[in-house]
């Protein structure tokens, strides 16, 4: 008798994953001679609508585990099982059997992060048997559901049988009922969540990240494309199966936690680069210019004429790429990886998940002295050109949106880098275990923050405020990234409020989706915030 999988549930106790009933067809063998079968067969194919052919090569296929029991069909409909209990008395031998199966109320809402159970191979079963599992059990195999197979799964109980020597049943010997899974709450706010997919309905590819910088907790986490998780709990044909798996838009790819350029979105890491490093103080001013040549490029300002005489805040403010190409370049590769260190990047991020985690790049001297990845040690050397692409996030660094919603964390909690994660699991998320101060000075930091603020006051992400008198102040960084692999522009935006006392991080991001961040990832953030600002102020 297999057990009832545990429940996921949102933070309110809203299930996203439960179980529903289905129905198998099965006969016992040792009723049936050779004559018996046939009858039954045929009889069954003609009511159920179903091939002769179908019926005996299942009666036939060998199954160890469960002898005294062949199982012929799965998922039978409503009305296939109302034909064969109107003809039951005339079908000895078979027996409809109830089961379960997973089920996703919400269909494809946060498919990447829930998982999906999948049937389990012949090589897990090799391995998982002397645990309990079966041939015929489902196992989690992506998202929450993989991350937690061992809570959710429960244990199979069943029934002991006494058989003679030709396999005749005598007796049961006792029941052993099965054990439920446990229930896991998770931290995503159904409400929230809802939003992040209606924001990225209309994007070819793309990601949402929302957390709470004091403690870690997701609130929303949501990937496009998407695909509906109730296609793993019913019956696929290798066609769908491979339209499915091998799609060129990569629908089970979570975009949150696969690394891209992250564009202006990084020059605050830059920003510490340089005053951490001593090479640029807190109010260093630095003269923006139409282009400034390293090796032989001549890496231009966005606007083509510069800013002139500017500080790191308006440099935040207005993104200049100028500043920030000066400021990476002189503080040096190191001081730039370090910086990123202490933010979080180039490593994953404690979330429960992290089977599914991109780990990202941080290009570096010593990375490219290894060969990048895909050359000879010693024949790609670490060149200007490299550092001045790094110092505004492009060509040599890749971080995930998660990754980005952690390291602004940072700015929004006062300075410690906190732990992701979508189960709560009775810890304090607030120990220095989760929750670590990051080691940069409060200029620095000071500094980062007033420029982050300007940007959504007087800069590029403006637009933010408009007709949000409600909301609370807001601070944040829009992007917009050339992919280094190729394909056409990244949009992103990463926000934090109330600016005061960070209670919500939003990141937003659209991929190959050209026309800059603050047109296509802002407004994503801003209904995401919209939505945030009503839960918390108003009843549900």
Known sequence: TPPIRGRLLDRNGIILADNKLFYSLSVQPRLLNNRDWIEL???????????????????????SETPYRKVLLTNLSEEQVIRFKEEEMNLYGAQIDVGLVRNYP???LAAHTLGYTQLITQNEFSQLSEKGYKVSDRIGRKGLEAAFESELRGQWGGEMLEIDSIGTVQRSLGLKLPKAGKD???????????TAEKVLSDKGGGAIVALD????????????????????????????YDNLFLSLDRPLLSRALNAYDPGSTWKPVTAIAGMESGKFPFNQKLNTVPCITYGSHCFPEYNKRGFGWI??????????????????????????????????????????????????????KKWAAQGRGWGNPGETPWIVEDMASASIGQSVVLVTPLQLARAYAVFANGGYLITPHLVEAK??????????????????????????????????????????????????????????????????????????????????????????????????????????????????
């Open 106 to 108: 919400y269909k494809s």
């Open 41 to 63: 067969r045929n009889s069954l194919s003609d009511l159920l609508n179903v091939s002769v052919n179908q019926l005996e090569i299942a009666f036939n296929r060998s199954n």
């Open 427 to 540: 810890r304090n998320w607030r120990s220095g275990k989760y929750r670590q101060k990051v080691d940069i000075e409060e200029t620095t930091l000071d500094t980062i923050r007033r420029g982050l603020r300007k940007v959504v006051t007087s800069g590029t992400g403006m637009a933010i405020n408009l007709d949000t008198s409600i909301f609370p102040p807001v601070a944040g960084k829009t992007g917009t990234a050339e992919d280094s692999s190729g394909g056409s522009d990244h949009s992103w935006f990463a926000c934090f409020a109330p600016y005061d006392y960070g209670e919500i991080v939003i990141v937003a991001f659209a991929q190959n989706t050209p026309g800059g961040g603050s047109i296509h990832a802002l407004p994503m953030a801003k209904e995401m915030l919209q939505t945030w600002n009503r839960l918390k102020f108003n009843d549900r």
């Open 213 to 240: 910088p004091r403690t870690g907790a997701i609130r929303a986490m949501a990937s496009q494309p998407t695909f509906d998780l109730n296609f793993f709990s019913q019956p696929f044909t290798k066609n769908q």
């Open 311 to 364: 500080g790191y805040e308006d440099a935040l403010r207005v993104s200049s790429n100028t500043f920030f190409y000066q400021v990476g370049v002189g503080a040096g590769s190191k001081a730039l990886y370090e910086a990123a260190i202490k933010l979080g990047f180039d490593n994953y991020t404690g979330i429960e998940t992290f089977f599914d985690e991109n780990k990202g790049l941080i290009g570096n």
């Open 184 to 194: 896991i709450k998770l931290t995503l706010d159904l409400d929230l969540q809802l």
